[in-house]
């Protein structure tokens, strides 16, 4: 039995859900599939609710909108009979249901988090129902009642004792296909619906594949898999054919959106591998994500990535050279507060010790630490907390940079050289990771550098021999697509 995920773009459109239809069709055994809502529904849902909370009613067009894509996808992918009036009433039910919720809203002027996160859940519940009846054979089963969350610093959290249990009961036996929607979940306790976090459909498919042993996780998307770098930045990336689960998930967290970080972790433990596959280039080899790679020889840097929404807090000042506690104290009072750090950079002198966090967190970043430090911040012993913005991060990856030396050197030196400043860096001590801060503006330049000197170019200088009076020279270049 094997797990497959399609996104939101894998079900987006008429040709698309009928690819995902011939796909699943194929497999030589059970599989459980997972569906994301469909293309862009998602974002329309959040967005109609805010124009219902703000007393916009054109929110009405908008659901019109949601409603006529759901519809016509139905008219589209199911033969006309029994069967499509059958699913359009069942359908019909459910937007009935949100345009209630959305008038309610609309009424009392206010949008709960409670709220948001059901009327969210439509988008998974909608097309999910749409490709159980589109699939032959296939049986629907909600999440709700086995994806269970509880809350922990403000956020839904898997409680994943619980989830794994409830997931070995629902899928006592698997059926041929068995469709689920994913994203989407239920508290605990309340039983009220909860959601995994944008992202979150690849993060139920792994849950599932590991409650249940699966052969394997594919992840079935609009790319071929993870790329050398962003391909929207950088037209010469290319498709890596195999990380391991350490360079996948260091990729992950830097702003490679191909998998959703968390997916890793739960599929790693048993060692089921993770494939990422192209919804509209089925026959592609795609990138296999395993515990080891089966060329250890492959180049020392796996991947770049990038994020370009970062503000860098530093906490400076000579009143905190060899006080103990002074980093638990950052991090237990952002952690309190929900705000997750992604990159941390220290100067061994311990007078300052800088954080990366997204823009979103910035502000409340620098309140909570000035609240926590106001004394020392009185005294004059460390410095007001502000934050430096507009800014991005970027990170080479790869396992065969453990011991390698003169990694670090060379991609220093091809910053240095084309004049690209670096604002703070951080290696841990694992080695897979080298990240560091840039302005924002230097962004795709500095992708592009880095890109070109661990991947595409090689270069070697002849010098040029003396013969005669005259100089004869030859400069050679060679430009190579290389495999990893």
């Given at each position: 039995m094997k797990v497959m995920k399609f996104g939101g773009t894998s079900v987006g459109s008429v040709n698309s859900i009928l690819s995902v239809k011939r796909i699943v069709e194929s497999a030589g055994e059970p599989v459980i599939v997972v569906v994301s809502a469909l293309g862009g529904i998602t974002d329309k849902l959040i967005n109609t609710s805010k124009m219902a909370a703000a007393g916009d009613s054109a929110y009405e067009g908008e659901f019109r909108e949601i409603v006529y894509r759901h519809v016509e996808m139905i008219k589209e992918v199911i033969p006309a009979g029994a069967g499509q009036v059958a699913l359009q009433r069942q359908i019909g039910e459910l937007l009935n249901e949100l345009k209630d919720i959305f008038q309610g809203i609309y009424l009392i002027r206010d949008l709960s988090p409670k709220t948001s996160d059901t009327i969210v859940s439509y988008g998974e519940r909608l097309s999910s129902i749409i490709v159980a009846e589109l699939i032959d054979e296939a049986k629907w089963f909600d999440s709700r009642t086995f994806i269970k969350t509880e809350?922990?610093?403000?956020?839904?959290?898997?409680?994943?004792?619980?989830?794994?249990?409830?997931?070995?009961?629902?899928?006592?036996?698997?059926?041929?296909?068995?469709?689920?929607?994913?994203?989407?979940?239920?508290?605990?306790?309340?039983g009220d619906v909860t959601n995994l976090g944008r992202g979150g459909s690849d993060y139920t498919a792994a849950i599932i594949a590991a409650a249940l042993d699966?052969?394997?996780?594919?992840?079935?998307?609009?790319?071929?898999?993870?790329?050398?770098?962003?391909?929207?930045?950088?037209?010469?990336?290319?498709?890596?054919?195999?990380?391991?689960?350490?360079?996948?998930?260091?990729?992950?967290?830097?702003?490679?959106?191909?998998?959703?970080?968390?997916?890793?972790?739960?599929?790693?433990?048993?060692?089921?591998?993770?494939?990422?596959?192209?919804?509209?280039?089925?026959?592609?080899?795609?990138?296999?994500?395993?515990?080891?790679?089966?060329n250890p020889q492959s180049k020392?840097?796996?991947?770049?990535?990038?994020?370009?929404?970062?503000?860098?807090?530093?906490?400076?000042?000579?009143?905190?050279?060899?006080?103990?506690?002074?980093?638990?104290?950052?991090?237990k009072a952002l952690a309190k507060n929900g705000i997750s750090v992604f990159l941390v950079s220290q100067a061994s002198s311990e007078n300052s010790t800088s954080i990366g966090v997204r823009n979103a967190d910035a502000d409340l970043a620098c309140e909570v630490l000035n609240e926590e430090f106001a004394k020392e911040i009185e005294m004059?012993?460390?410095?007001?907390?502000?934050?430096?913005?507009?800014?991005?991060?970027?990170?080479?990856?790869?396992?065969?940079?453990?011991?390698?030396?003169?990694?670090?050197?060379?991609?220093?030196?091809?910053?240095?050289?084309?004049?690209?400043?670096v604002i703070a860096c951080a290696q841990g001590a694992s080695e897979t990771n080298i990240s560091f801060v840039v302005d924002s503006k230097s962004l795709r330049k500095s992708l592009n550098v880095i890109h070109d000197s661990f991947f595409l170019s090689e270069y070697q200088v002849l010098h040029p021999p003396l013969t005669g009076n005259r100089f004869q020279f030859a400069i050679v270049l060679v430009s190579r697509r290389c495999s990893d």
């Open positions: 809350k922990k610093h403000n956020k839904h959290t898997i409680d994943a004792d619980l989830t794994n249990q409830l997931v070995k009961e629902a899928f006592h036996s698997i059926p041929k296909v068995s469709l689920v929607p994913g994203f989407i979940s239920s508290d605990k306790v309340s699966a052969s394997s996780l594919e992840i079935w998307t609009d790319v071929d898999g993870f790329m050398t770098a962003d391909p929207r930045v950088i037209s010469t990336a290319y498709t890596i054919s195999e990380l391991s689960y350490v360079e996948a998930t260091e990729l992950c967290n830097f702003g490679a959106k191909v998998v959703y970080p968390p997916t890793i972790y739960p599929v790693c433990h048993k060692n089921i591998p993770i494939i990422i596959k192209n919804t509209f280039n089925p026959d592609g080899v795609g990138t296999v994500i395993k515990q080891e790679t089966s020392a840097i796996k991947g770049i990535s990038s994020i370009n929404d970062t503000s860098l807090i530093t906490v400076q000042g000579l009143g905190m050279v060899g006080v103990i506690g002074v980093n638990y104290r950052i991090f004059g012993e460390i410095s007001p907390i502000l934050a430096e913005r507009n800014l991005a991060t970027v990170a080479i990856v790869g396992e065969n940079m453990k011991h390698t030396p003169g990694i670090a050197g060379k991609l220093f030196g091809t910053l240095g050289r084309n004049g690209i400043n």
